[in-house]
Structure formats: structure tokens, C-alpha cells
Nanobody, 126 residues
Framework: VQLQAYGGGLVQAGESLRLSCVVS????????AAWFRQAPGKGREFVSA????????YYADSSKGRFTISRDNAKSTVYLQMNGLEPEDTAVYYC????????????????????WGQGTQVTVSS
């Protein structure tokens, strides 16, 4: 499975961006996708996840209320709509995928995801 992320860029605080990740998966009946981010000098941080078939979503506290994850079955794409961006959101954003259900014990853990995209840079200036 390959994942291709794009849509990052340089924005000012308060502005919005939408990240996209195209997933080359044959069947999505038991698939889940997520967004993580990594700022310079920091570890990879969970942002949001979605179960493809059910549409159930999960968010980190830092993204709840500002970010929205969604998927488009026809386009095999998962999106991350980011509103109200803050300088603290500056990071490389990665999309990730896994086969198997998400639950409270695995959705936030990078090791739960077998496939990763190449990352896209998001920079928020103050």
C-alpha cells in the first residue's frame, strides 16, 4: 500500500489548509487512516484518525475543534482540514494507514500503522 500526501504550505496564524492523502488500497472495508505530525526536535505526534468503512473519527486534544478528518471513497483519499492554524502546528505532516479496526488502544500509536506517506511541510507564521 502506498500513500501520497500533499497540500502543505506556508500560511499565517488563523488561516486554513487542507491536506490530502491518496491511498493505493484495493479494498477499504477494513482499512483505517491517520495523520501524524513531527516538529523539529520532537517525536511523531498523533493528530487524527478515521475508520474508512464506518467513518468513526479520533482526534488529539490539540486538534479537536480545529481540524476535521474525512475520506472520499471514490477518490481513495483521506483529508485533513485544518482551520485556525497556530504557529505550534508547524510540522511535517504524515499520513499513515493500516488494515484492521481502530480502537481506544491503538489509534494514537504510530506503530499501529504499517504504511506511511512521505510527509508534507506545514509552516504557520505568527
Amino acid at each position: 500500500v502506498q500513500l501520497q500526501a500533499y497540500g502543505g504550505g506556508l500560511v499565517q496564524a488563523g488561516e486554513s489548509l487542507r491536506l490530502s492523502c491518496v491511498v493505493s488500497e484495493r479494498t477499504f472495508s477494513n482499512y483505517a487512516a491517520a495523520w501524524f505530525r513531527q516538529a523539529p526536535g520532537k517525536g511523531r505526534e498523533f493528530v487524527s484518525a478515521i475508520s474508512w468503512s464506518s467513518g468513526s473519527t479520533y482526534y488529539a486534544d490539540s486538534s479537536k475543534g480545529r481540524f476535521t478528518i474525512s475520506r472520499d471513497n471514490a477518490k481513495s483519499t483521506v483529508y485533513l482540514q485544518m482551520n485556525g492554524l497556530e504557529p505550534e502546528d508547524t510540522a511535517v505532516y504524515y499520513c499513515a494507514g493500516r488494515t484492521g479496526k481502530l480502537h481506544s488502544g491503538n489509534y494514537y500509536f504510530p506503530g499501529s500503522y504499517a504504511s506511511w506517506g512521505q510527509g508534507t511541510q506545514v509552516t504557520v507564521s505568527s
